[in-house]
């Protein structure tokens, strides 16, 4: 079962982007939950992850203070709020269980930060 990623797209740098993830409940509600990325030519990054009990976050230090993870237990989701954004920030994004489960990864959502 992948976990579909949406909400990407060309965005001016400064500009605001917010990503969203729907998973099942039985995914969802017993795992924390991330959002990854990957730039051409680098690895596959963490950039935020959120626990099952939403109550911790972490974030890696490119993106803090500028992205926000939260999750949606009624909904099954989570979202990655992205502000200030940067053209280093250019990559697809995936959400995943963190720890990332290969079964999980779907095809992200791109997001292209540039003027």
């Known amino acids: 079962v992948q976990l579909q990623a949406s909400g990407g797209g060309l965005v001016q740098p400064g500009g605001s982007l917010r990503l969203s993830c729907t998973a099942s409940?039985?995914?969802?509600?017993?795992?924390?939950m991330g959002w990854y990325r990957q730039a051409p030519g680098k690895q596959r990054e963490l950039v935020a992850s959120?626990?099952?009990?939403?109550?911790?976050?972490y974030y890696a230090g490119s993106v803090k203070g500028r992205f926000t993870i939260s999750r949606d237990s009624a909904k099954n989701s989570v979202s990655l709020q992205m502000n200030s954004l940067k053209p280093e920030d250019t990559a697809v994004y995936y959400c995943?269980?963190?720890?990332?489960?290969?079964?999980?990864w779907g095809q992200g959502t791109q997001v292209t930060v540039s003027s």
């Open positions: 995943n269980v963190q720890p990332p489960l290969a079964p999980y």
């Open positions: 409940a039985h995914i969802f509600q017993v795992n924390n």
């Open positions: 959120i626990w099952k009990d939403g109550k911790n976050t």
